[in-house]
T-cell receptor, first 111, second 116 residues
Framework: GQQVMQIPQYQHVQEGEDFTTYCNSS?????IQWYKQRPGGHPVFLIQ?????EVKKQKRLTFQFGEAKKNSSLHITATQTTDVGTYFCAGSYSSASKIIFGSGTRLSIRP | NAGVTQTPKFQVLKTGQSMTLQCAQD?????MSWYRQDPGMGLRLIHYSVGAGITDQGEVPNGYNVSRSTTEDFPLRLLSAAPSQTSVYFC???????????????FGPGTRLTVL
């Protein structure tokens, strides 16, 4: 079935270290979105990738969509305490179809 | 704009009781969805709708019903609550391009449901 796998489940880093989370699908995605959820909050949209091989940057965050549109990654450079939260990818398999979330990566940071 | 609103914020039910979680959006979005989030886990899709009068099942639809009589509202019904349905429920909405690609999903604040 349609499933988006995300790893790692947890990541604990020292402030200033880099962080990466990966999403993978066995079938081609139409597009992929990334969300951040702070503890006790609701998911908040970060970005959407649509094109094969697309790379987008938001300050210290870099998002990539694989050439085959089956995988994606989010990389944070030089983490800060404000980056704490759970990062989710969410994919669609065709236009106007359901949006499926990955299981998320929880990022915690040692000051 | 209020965005996506959900009521109630908290609810405690006894096993076997029924209830409806309300969700409304004022952004004229075609797509609406319900997710549940269990502690330490991701968001699992329960049901979704691509427009008024159209609903479909997600990953975990059993025990839940939905309807979409208007663009604005997308209520989620628990017919006979079970302890396994204890969770945080999020409603979300999104619009899409003419080519069918969805824009960002806007989430409501969530409903924290406990079934005893």
């Amino acid at each position: 079935g349609q499933q988006v796998m995300q790893i790692p489940q947890y990541q604990h880093v020292q402030e200033g270290e880099d962080f990466t989370t990966y999403c993978n699908s066995s079938t081609t995605l139409s597009n992929i979105q990334w969300y951040k959820q702070r503890p006790g909050g609701h998911p908040v949209f970060l970005i959407q990738l649509v094109k094969s091989g697309e790379v987008k940057k938001q300050k210290r965050l870099t998002f990539q969509f694989g050439e085959a549109k089956k995988n994606s990654s989010l990389h944070i450079t030089a983490t800060q305490t404000t980056d704490v939260g759970t990062y989710f990818c969410a994919g669609s398999y065709s236009s106007a179809s359901k949006i499926i979330f990955g299981s998320g990566t929880r990022l915690s940071i040692r000051p | 704009n209020a965005g996506v609103t959900q009521t109630p914020k908290f609810q405690v039910l006894k096993t076997g009781q029924s209830m409806t979680l309300q969700c409304a959006q004022d952004m004229n979005h075609e797509y609406m969805s319900w997710y549940r989030q269990d502690p330490g886990m991701g968001l699992r899709l329960i049901h979704y709708s691509v427009g008024a009068g159209i609903t479909d099942q997600g990953e975990v639809p059993n025990g839940y019903n939905v309807s979409r009589s208007t663009t604005e509202d997308f209520p989620l019904r628990l017919l006979s609550a079970a302890p396994s349905q204890t969770s945080v429920y999020f409603c979300a909405s999104s619009s899409r391009t003419s080519g069918g690609v969805y824009y960002e999903q806007f989430f409501g604040p969530g409903t924290r449901l406990t079934v005893l």
